[in-house]
C-alpha cells in the first residue's frame, strides 16, 4: 500500500499566525488527499481534501497544496486560533483501489 | 452528517479472550475499514471490505484477526485470541467509494491484561 510521510510531528505557532503541515506519498497512482482533525479522546475527523485534477483548494481559514510532480502536498491554516490545536493527519489513496493510508501526524498547539 | 457508529466504546478483557468489535457504517457506504491507533499516535490501516470480501489488509492484519459482515448487519473485527500488543482504539470508517472519503466512528478503546 501507500505510504506517506508527514512533518513536522510536532508543531508549535502564536494565536494569529500560520501553520503549515507537509506530506510526501510515494505511489504516483494516488489522486485523493485527505486531512483529518482528530482532537483527544475523539475520531478523525474530514477537514479537507484535495483530488489530483487540482493543485490548490482552500475552504475558510484551510488552504491545501498539491504538487503531483514532487508528489507533495501540504495543508496550511492561516491565522490560527487555539481552537485549532489538535492533532492532524494527511492520508493519501488511490479512488476505487487501495484504502487511505495514514502519515504519523502532526501535534498542532497553538498558543494565545 | 453521516454517523458510523461503534459497540462497545470501551472493553477490557483477559489475554487469550476473543474479542468482536462491532460497526454500524454509514447506510449507504459500500466499503469498510479498520484502523488501529495506539496513544493518540498515526492512524495504522488493517483492512479494507467490500462486497463480502477482504480488499486489502496490511501487515498488522494477523492470522488472528477476521472480519465480516453478515446479511447487512454489523460490520465486525474479531481477534481470537487476543494478544497484550492489540491494547489500542480501534476506529471503524466506511466510504461510498473505494479509497474515497471516509467517515470514522467514534472508536472502541481495547484493553487487553
Known amino acids: 500500500g501507500e505510504q506517506v510521510e ?12 500560520s501553520a503549515s503541515i507537509n506530506c510526501s506519498y510515494e505511489d504516483s497512482a494516488s489522486n485523493y488527499f485527505p486531512w483529518y482533525k482528530q482532537e ?3 475520531n478523525p475527523k474530514l477537514i479537507i481534501d ?20 514532487a508528489k507533495r502536498f501540504s495543508l496550511h491554516i492561516t491565522d490560527t486560533q487555539p481552537g485549532d490545536s489538535a492533532m492532524y493527519f494527511c492520508a ?16 498542532l498547539s497553538v498558543k494565545p | 452528517g453521516p454517523k458510523v457508529l461503534q459497540i462497545p466504546s470501551h472493553q477490557i478483557i483477559d489475554m487469550g479472550q476473543m474479542v468482536t468489535l462491532n460497526c454500524d457504517p454509514v447506510s449507504n457506504h459500500l466499503y469498510f475499514y479498520w ?23 496490511s501487515k498488522l492484519f494477523k492470522d488472528q484477526f477476521s472480519v465480516e459482515r453478515p446479511d447487512g448487519s454489523y460490520f465486525t473485527l474479531k481477534i481470537q485470541p487476543t494478544a497484550l500488543e492489540d491494547s489500542a ?13 471516509q467517515y470514522f466512528g467514534p472508536g472502541t478503546r481495547l484493553t487487553v491484561l
Open chain 1, 6 to 17: 508527514q512533518l513536522p510531528s510536532i508543531l508549535r505557532v502564536q494565536e494569529g499566525s
Open chain 1, 40 to 42: 483527544p479522546g475523539e
Open chain 1, 92 to 107: 493519501a489513496s488511490v479512488n476505487n483501489n487501495n484504502a487511505p493510508r495514514f502519515g504519523a501526524g502532526t501535534k
Open chain 1, 50 to 69: 484535495i483530488r489530483s485534477n487540482m493543485e490548490r483548494k482552500q475552504i475558510q481559514e484551510l488552504i491545501v497544496l498539491l504538487d503531483k510532480k
Open chain 2, 89 to 101: 482504539v480501534y476506529f471503524c470508517a466506511s466510504s461510498f467509494l473505494g479509497g474515497g472519503e
Open chain 2, 35 to 57: 484502523y488501529k491507533q495506539i496513544l493518540g499516535q498515526q492512524m495504522e490501516f488493517l483492512v479494507n471490505f467490500y462486497n463480502g470480501k477482504v480488499m486489502e489488509k
